[in-house]
Nanobody, 124 residues
């Protein structure tokens, strides 16, 4: 059974940084593309970043480009999201997700497995 567990969320002031981690209990983790999404209260879950199975290519939402960095360590079955220059608009629950499909990285419906989420709150 696949399990994704996010950690690293918390409360931070605007301009600060956080690093999210997602530990995956997937035997073939290196076969999966991984993504981060976020959902603020009353809003749709939206794409944040994704990284290919090899770690060779990453994708970002325009709203986080230049501030967030996604990375992965296939030896540790873990994907990371380094978040710098945080803004109050980044406040949301952050979810990691895994996929084997070949559809759009930006589409949440292309992901097969999801974690429970970790809350990030950025104060002004």
């Amino acid at each position: 059974q696949v399990q994704l567990v996010e950690t690293g969320g918390g409360l931070v002031q605007a301009g600060g940084s956080l690093r999210l981690s997602c530990a995956a209990s997937i035997r073939t983790f290196s076969y999966y593309d991984m993504g981060w999404f976020r959902q603020a209260p009353g809003k749709e879950r939206e794409f944040v970043a994704a990284i290919t199975w090899s770690g060779g290519t990453s994708y970002y939402a325009d709203s986080v480009k230049g501030r967030f960095t996604i990375s992965r360590d296939n030896a540790k079955n873990t994907v990371y999201l380094q978040m710098n220059s945080l803004k109050p608009d980044d406040t949301a629950a952050y979810y990691c997700a895994a996929r084997r499909s070949s559809g759009s990285y930006y589409n949440k419906n292309e992901y097969d497995y999801w974690g429970q989420g970790t809350q990030v709150t950025v104060s002004s």
